[in-house]
């Protein structure tokens, strides 16, 4: 009993830290994520002025906005969006128009009748005629008349470059009309979410005005949200009524460069938008941008204004869009039926966000103390389990590669562990939960950390926090699973047939694995004094076992962790290989059909990451693009 009373010192003053660092959580959750350069593509190497870490917060001062209409052939649609455009109320406010005007196709003239042709001609001056009568009251009318046919893709992309991080663009097509109140909204939005730091998000492109309708991801989810949701957050663009930020679109426009130069098609398995890619090609843009937006885990903000209502609706006028004339696809949101608050903008934290498939996400999970452990281990566990993945000598494109295996057999009840990195804070941006190695320890630091050398003390420092999350998990009624970066599950539930009900504790080598169950008998092992334990041990082994034992072995988890369970006389199944899958290695022929019939395979990080992205790609098991983003969308009903 004596260990116990030793202790009490400590979970004083884990608890003190844990409510000094709560408090500091959320406040500084944005923060901190902005702050940061995230890294999402290391392969694009921009210019650091174009970088696209979006890093900084924009510091607030007077913006420009700027009205992009987009037009073609249809007078009467142009004319019903302008008038709508010239009857929103904006203040004082200075808005620009900028029309531009698309040109019809030279080559469908060729053996045309000249009487079709004049008429044509005719058209085209009666739109330019009526743009330049139409009066623009509130800022400058630029107007941009084409020589020939660019089509819907190029009217998008070429409409903008922003000429300052402080310019905002809504793209408007001429089939819109907009509610008198749409741009009062926008600047309250713009306002709070672009230029309030506590609600900046870098993951933020823009907002859409128009009703939210459409999940691409084959088999997704139903939009559903509930009443009091008037703001949310969705990664797929909107083309009726979308405003863009101008950061994320210069980044989108210099991604569309290296991928148009490159060959490279915005592919994306799984989405019905690459359905349309592949019958309307370059005449449409949305797939380049989603296949983007994808690639870097931005999102959207959405209105839910309730009973079929929105700030933009698409007259959905027959075009390159419609064959036939659709009609309207909501109502109007306007004074006369306004009956919520349209400028209560909710803290971002308040706010829910959702994927292609329409499935909920959580950005921004780091979990930095023992404390805040508790509830993400809640949220994120499946059947009471927790899969705990350690960073530690896996790759970047290893571990982008492993969650989108992750993603495919959906697999959701996982949390990552590394060191405080560009990296770690781009994985919790994108919503997967993960765990800060040294914050998280020195809210429990229990021990003094010996000067070890840099190399050893980061083995340390997982191997304790490993201890801690383990502890946590039981308190918690939790099993978990502690496996490293270097494997990937090819099943849902890779490991349940070598699970042996009368054992707590599964341990495997090579690949390194542990597995303890959630049982009273290893609550009772795996208090602080065992952690203790565990700490004392790996000290005596990195510092005098050396040469005793072959090093590698003695900096694992599973080797300090066996160690003790055989001095405490403890029970523990020893999982061999062969029952958990298939090695892979430089010598590795051609097994292909051997490989996909296992549960997992893995890999000595040793043999380099280029062999290893090899065999993998050899095995079909290689699943990110040259961005390093999953080659496929693959939803599942939640
Ligand atoms: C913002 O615009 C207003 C009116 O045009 C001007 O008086 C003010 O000085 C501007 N502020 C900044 C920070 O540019
Ligand atoms: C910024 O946002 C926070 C959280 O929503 C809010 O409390 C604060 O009042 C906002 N600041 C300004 C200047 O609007
Ligand atoms: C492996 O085998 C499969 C099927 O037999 C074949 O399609 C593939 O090209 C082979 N890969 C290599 C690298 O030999």
């Not at 039981?474 to 070598?498: A, C, H, I, K, Q």
Request: a neutral charge.
């Amino acid at each position: 009993m004596a260990p116990k009373r030793q202790f009490l010192p400590l979970l004083l003053l884990l608890s003190l830290s844990a409510f000094f660092l709560y408090s500091h959580y959320h406040s500084s959750l944005h923060l901190y994520l902005s702050s940061h350069s995230l890294n999402p593509n290391p392969h694009l190497n921009l210019p650091s002025n174009l970088n696209p870490s979006l890093n900084s917060i924009p510091s607030p001062s007077n913006f420009s906005f700027i009205l992009k209409v987009l037009t073609f052939d249809r007078l009467s649609s142009l004319s019903r969006c302008l008038r709508s455009l010239a009857a929103a109320h904006y203040g004082r406010d200075t808005v620009h128009l900028h029309i531009y005007v698309d040109h019809f196709p030279h080559a469908d003239n060729v053996g045309k009748s000249e009487l079709l042709l004049d008429q044509k001609l005719d058209e085209s001056r009666r739109i330019l005629e009526f743009i330049d009568g139409f009066d623009w009251k509130f800022g400058q009318k630029v107007v941009h008349y084409r020589t020939g046919n660019v089509g819907l893709q190029a009217q998008w992309l070429e409409a903008w470059w922003p000429s300052s991080d402080h310019e905002f663009a809504f793209v408007v097509e001429d089939d819109l009309e907009v509610s008198p109140l749409y741009y009062k909204f926008l600047k309250a939005l713009i306002q709070n979410y672009y230029y309030n730091s506590s609600n900046f998000s870098p993951s933020i492109y823009g907002a859409s005005l128009q009703r939210p309708r459409f999940v691409p991801g084959k088999h997704g989810n139903k939009i559903q949200l509930d009443d009091e949701t008037h703001i949310f957050l969705y990664q797929l663009v909107g083309t009726w009524g979308q405003l863009l930020f101008p950061k994320p679109w210069k980044e989108f426009r210099l991604w569309y460069d290296i991928h148009k130069a490159k060959g490279i098609k915005p592919f994306l398995q799984g989405m019905v938008t690459t359905g349309w890619y592949k019958k309307m090609g370059e005449r449409i843009w949305t797939p380049w941008f989603i296949s983007f937006i994808h690639s870097r885990g931005y999102f959207n903000i959405y209105t839910n204004f309730l009973h079929e209502r929105a700030l933009s609706v698409s007259h959905r006028d027959a075009g390159v869009n419609y064959g036939k004339t659709a009609g309207p696809d909501s109502y109007l949101l306007d004074e006369s039926s306004l009956d919520i608050d349209l400028l209560e903008m909710q803290p971002l934290t308040k706010l829910k966000w959702y994927d292609f498939c329409f499935k909920e996400v959580h950005p921004g999970t780091v979990v930095r103390s023992f404390e805040e452990l508790g509830s993400v281990l809640h949220s994120v566990q499946k059947q009471d389990t927790i899969i705990l993945v350690s960073l530690f000598g896996a790759s970047e494109r290893v571990i982008r590669n492993l969650l989108c295996h992750f993603e495919s057999f959906n697999i959701q009840n996982y949390i990552f562990m590394g060191l405080n990195s560009d990296f770690l804070l781009d994985l919790a941006r994108r919503g997967h939960p993960v765990i800060d190695v040294d914050q998280f320890l020195s809210s429990v630091r229990a021990h003094k950390m010996k000067s070890l050398q840099d190399s050893d003390m980061e083995v340390k420092k997982y191997i304790l926090v490993k201890a801690y999350v383990i502890q946590k998990c039981l308190e918690s009624g939790y099993n978990s699973w502690v496996v490293d970066g270097n494997m990937l599950f090819l099943r849902s539930t890779p490991f349940l047939d070598v699970i042996d009900a009368t054992y707590d504790f599964h341990a495997g080598k090579t690949p390194e694995i542990l597995f303890i169950r959630s049982s009273s008998s290893a609550r009772k092992i795996w208090v602080d004094d065992f952690i203790h334990k565990v700490a004392l041990m790996v000290d005596s082994v990195l510092e005098k076992g050396r040469g005793r034992i072959p090093t590698t072995e003695g900096k694992k988890f599973v080797y300090i962790v066996g160690e003790l369970f055989k001095q405490e006389g403890m029970r523990v199944k020893w999982v061999d290989e062969g029952s958990l899958g298939l090695e892979i290695d430089s010598r590795n022929a051609n097994q292909t059909s051997q490989g996909n019939r296992k549960k997992m395979v893995f890999w000595s990080p040793e043999i380099g990451s280029d062999m290893i992205q090899k065999r993998l790609e050899e095995l079909g098991l290689w699943i990110i693009d040259t961005d390093s983003s999953c080659t496929a969308v693959v939803c599942h009903q939640s």
